[in-house]
């Protein structure tokens, strides 16, 4: 059985922050919605690291990119539900 990720969902906050609006609410909401084994991936403006850290501290695995254009991605990953048996 593979370890891959099922799903990838992609949240790019940066027009929100560009509004002058606060994210987490959308984050959180995404964050929810990251059923075991799957991911989104958030485009940040900055390495979002205190989300990074409470993420982690849930059992998510982070994975951050420095863009090109500046930005930073950073994928999240819940970790898949154990096998039943």
């Known amino acids: 059985m593979s370890s891959t990720p099922r799903k990838v969902r992609t949240l790019d906050v940066r027009p929100l922050i560009a509004q002058g609006e606060e994210p987490l609410a959308s984050i959180m909401a995404t964050v929810r ?12 403006p900055f390495l979002p690291s205190p989300l990074i850290e409470r993420l982690q501290s849930e059992g998510f ?4 990119e420095h863009r090109s254009d500046g930005g930073w991605q950073t994928q999240f990953t819940r970790p898949a539900a154990p096998d039943a048996r």
């Open 33 to 44: 919605a990251v059923a075991p084994g799957e991911s989104f991936v958030l485009i940040s």
């Open 61 to 64: 695995t982070a994975r951050p």
